[in-house]
């Protein structure tokens, strides 16, 4: 049963909370247009996939404990990234083995967290949105969404209902965009490789806007694209389904 | 083999460089890809078949020992015999005692990626047999002294014109202008060159996708038929497998062979599935008159019961690196050693330790592209996540990288402290940003920005922005930086 105003945590995301508060903003729009009420803990920092993924497991199980603690006592915890949603539903619980009562409370919040955009197609059953987009965007599909949380055809049945959007799909949408958190630093060159297969398939879609569920790999794409001179603009999917594009799109200036 | 898995990056970097190598991986990436998807698509049944074969391979897995006595019983039933081999050194000399017990001179060989492992040829070279590799990708690779550059197309980093020019070089007694632009050609060209050698050869090795411990067979697949020409032509027959190649029944390697093809080439099955079971009986037209296997361990019977344990489901399919984005961009030489891609990452650091092979693990964005194809289920990004938890916790980890990591932990553990971080940063970010809303050089982060801008945050933090919304009039702010 969903209760009928539902009592939402937003996980806001490091990422989001340093660089694009805009997507916070139009998460908590899209969030609050569906009829819920949003909290945001301030216990908040990171879900932990920067230790995580070097192998830190220690200060890992630690911020998950904070993050764990500060999300208690909602009915949903809404996360506006496909890969922090899965780090928490899908990698919690198994870090506090031995320590039961957290393993416990962590399935408890594995449970009810969602991906933003699968949180309002599948939990809330949202079929359309009250925006409007002129022009045509293409989207890419960020691997911990895609293949950990099965985020596909939500965002695209969302982005169908969005007034004067046309959605051209993206060659290899699927394949990976070279981010990988701390793996786009420590392999820099190959990452740059990943990253400039992605960048020409974005502009060889001819769209004038990149869409994707993960800030990550959004500044990324974004920061290449811009390196290479293309035209092709780059936002949270959640900017252009809240209609909230009154912020400069990723990487760009005022001027622009 | 020598390992460079310690010099990922420059192998990387020599890699990413070279523009035949590239257009060779281009290929690649395209064709096994769509192939798996179409052969996936065909068969309905193929995710439940894909539990079904990691189901078989976890039982038997179980009950190793119990399977791998079977197994050496009924190979000695039918006259051929097991040689157990705990490293590569013994397997290497079990091999090399075969060969001189009957004189060898000459070997023919089929694909076996645990000859590479154990190094064979240059072994067997140096002590005076000739190793002739029949499968063509790997004679591609033995004219040019290369190692597999991929588990089942060993030398799919060439192009059609690198191969060319090999044969025109080492088939100097062939007519120079003859036409070698069809594929066939080469096929061909490679069969004339190879047939002499396979009535020559005293012995014939060929690896092993599968033993059954059921009738004691040993099966290859192949595409050539050259297998079923190596190992029946010569007086001996020697079969050489790692010992996590076993299953109990032929019903079970049934099930696990109608996903081995397609998830690697995409065929519905190879053109070839041959099944040896020990020597030439009485009766028998053909085949050899001793059979052996050399069943190799090599660290394997140490993985059983650890975290790595699932790895030795694996049947080489080669579907994890053919999907892998790293795979693609690098190809299978940087991996420095014998098994590249994701399987590597993962086998490579048990086998010859994670202190040469630490960066394997690491050099994934952790996609997660190979679990979702592995025909048995193998989770490939959680073990590598348990070998960087290994060289953390063994401070193998790259000090600037572990201080820095430690220092953000030291924030994100402590809320409060974070969001001032928080808020500082973006401003700082934000004013060296400028007007143009990115930077397109950043101390520290050099590795980002040599290849793309930074994009510039948009000033304020989210929880600054947040605490004035619910302090002020409750409307949602002016968007920052809007
Ligand atoms: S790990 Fe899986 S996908 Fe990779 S080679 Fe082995 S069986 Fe095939």
Redesign the interface.
């Given at each position: 049963m969903i209760p009928s105003t539902p009592n939402v945590g937003l996980f806001v995301t490091c990422l989001v909370d340093l660089f694009r508060p805009s997507v916070g903003f139009a998460a908590v729009e899209l969030l609050e247009a569906a009829g819920c009420r949003v909290t945001v803990p301030a216990a908040q920092t990171c879900c932990g996939q920067p230790a995580y993924n070097m192998g830190d497991r220690a200060d890992t199980r630690e911020i998950a404990r904070q993050t764990v603690k500060a999300f208690q006592g909602f009915d949903y915890v809404v996360v506006p990234s496909g890969s922090c949603a899965a780090m928490i539903k899908e990698h919690y619980p198994a870090l506090f083995t031995g320590e039961p009562e957290m393993q416990s409370q962590a399935e408890v919040l594995a449970e009810k967290t969602h991906e933003l955009i699968s949180f309002l197609a599948d939990v809330l059953k949202v079929e359309g949105v009250d925006a409007q987009y002129r022009g045509t965007v293409t989207y890419h599909d960020s691997c911990s969404g895609l293949r950990e949380l099965g985020v596909k055809q939500q965002p695209r049945r969302l982005l169908a209902s969005v007034e004067g959007l046309e959605l051209v799909e993206l060659q290899e949408a699927e394949v990976c965009c070279g981010f990988g958190g701390t793996f786009c630093v420590k392999y820099p060159e190959v990452s740059n490789k990943i990253v400039e297969t992605k960048a020409e398939h974005i502009e060889g879609s001819q769209a004038d806007l990149l869409l994707a569920g993960d800030l990550g790999c959004l500044m990324n794409m974004a920061g290449k694209l811009k390196r290479r001179g293309a035209k092709v603009e780059a936002r949270h999917v959640a900017e252009v389904l809240a209609g909230k594009l009154d912020a400069p799109a990723i990487g760009e200036g005022k001027g622009s | 083999m020598d390992s460079t898995a310690h010099a990922f990056?420059d192998n990387?970097?020599k890699a990413?460089g070279d523009d035949q190598l590239q257009e060779a991986l281009g290929n690649l990436r395209h064709g096994f890809t769509q192939r798996r998807a179409q052969a996936r698509d065909q068969l309905p049944e193929f995710d439940a078949l894909r539990d079904a074969a990691r189901d078989i391979k976890n039982h038997t897995l179980a009950h190793l020992d119990l399977y791998l006595e079977r197994y050496e019983s009924k190979v000695s039933e039918q006259g051929g015999k097991v040689h157990w081999c705990a490293t590569a050194e013994d397997a290497r000399r079990t091999i090399l005692d075969i060969c001189r017990s009957v004189d060898a001179k000459l070997v023919t060989k089929g694909k076996s990626m645990v000859a590479e492992e154990i190094g064979l040829n240059d072994y067997l070279e140096a002590n005076g047999v000739t190793p002739a590799e029949t499968d063509l990708g790997e004679y591609i690779i033995q004219l040019r002294n290369e190692p597999p550059s991929h588990i089942i197309a060993p030398a799919v980093h060439l192009t059609k014109a690198q191969v060319e020019a090999d044969f025109r070089k080492n088939h100097s007694e062939l007519p120079p202008e003859r036409s070698l632009v069809e594929p066939e050609a080469l096929v061909q060209e490679a069969r004339t060159m190879l047939r002499q050698k396979y009535l020559d050869a005293d012995v014939g090795i060929t690896g092993a996708n599968f033993l059954i411990a059921e009738t004691g067979s040993s099966i290859i697949v192949t595409n050539e038929g050259n297998g079923d020409l190596t190992q029946c032509l010569p007086k001996v027959h020697i079969v050489i497998a790692s010992l996590e190649k076993v299953v109990p029944t032929l019903e079970d390697v049934s099930i696990i062979l109608r996903v081995l093809a397609r998830s690697g080439t995409g065929q519905e099955f190879t053109a070839y599935t041959t099944f040896s079971t020990g020597p030439k009986r009485e009766g028998d037209l053909d085949g050899p008159d001793e059979y052996h296997v050399v069943l190799l361990d090599n660290g394997r019977s140490a993985m059983l019961g650890s975290e790595y344990q699932d790895v030795l489901r694996c049947i080489r399919c080669g579907a994890c690196m053919n999907h892998c984005?790293?795979y693609?961009?690098?190809g299978g030489h940087a991996y420095g050693w014998v098994y590249p891609g994701p399987i590597g990452a993962v086998l490579t650091p048990s086998l010859i330790g994670v202190e040469e092979a630490g960066h394997l693990p690491?050099?994934?964005?952790?996609?997660?592209?190979c679990?979702?194809v592995c025909p048995m289920r193998i989770p490939l990004p959680k073990m590598m996540?348990h070998?960087?938890?290994?060289?953390?916790?063994r401070n193998l980890?790259p000090t600037a990288?572990r201080s820095g990591?430690?220092l953000?932990?030291f924030?994100?553990?402590?809320?409060?402290l974070?969001?001032m971080l928080?808020r500082f940063?973006?401003r700082l970010l934000r004013a060296l940003?400028?007007?143009?809303?990115?930077l397109?050089s950043l101390p520290l982060?050099?590795?980002?920005t040599?290849?793309?801008?930074?994009?510039?945050?948009?000033g304020?933090?989210?929880?600054e922005?947040?605490?004035k919304r619910q302090n002020g009039s409750g409307a949602?702010?002016?968007?920052?930086?809007?």
């Open positions: - | 990056k990387a970097h990413l984005p790293v693609h961009a690098v690491n050099a994934s964005t952790f996609c997660g592209r679990e979702a996540r070998w960087r938890e290994k060289e953390f916790e980890t990288a990591l430690k953000w932990a924030f994100a553990k402590r809320p409060a974070y969001a928080n940063n973006a940003g400028g007007r143009k809303g990115s397109r982060a050099s590795g980002w040599d290849h793309r801008d930074f994009p510039a945050p948009q304020k933090s989210f929880q922005l947040w605490a949602t702010p002016r968007t920052p930086g809007a």
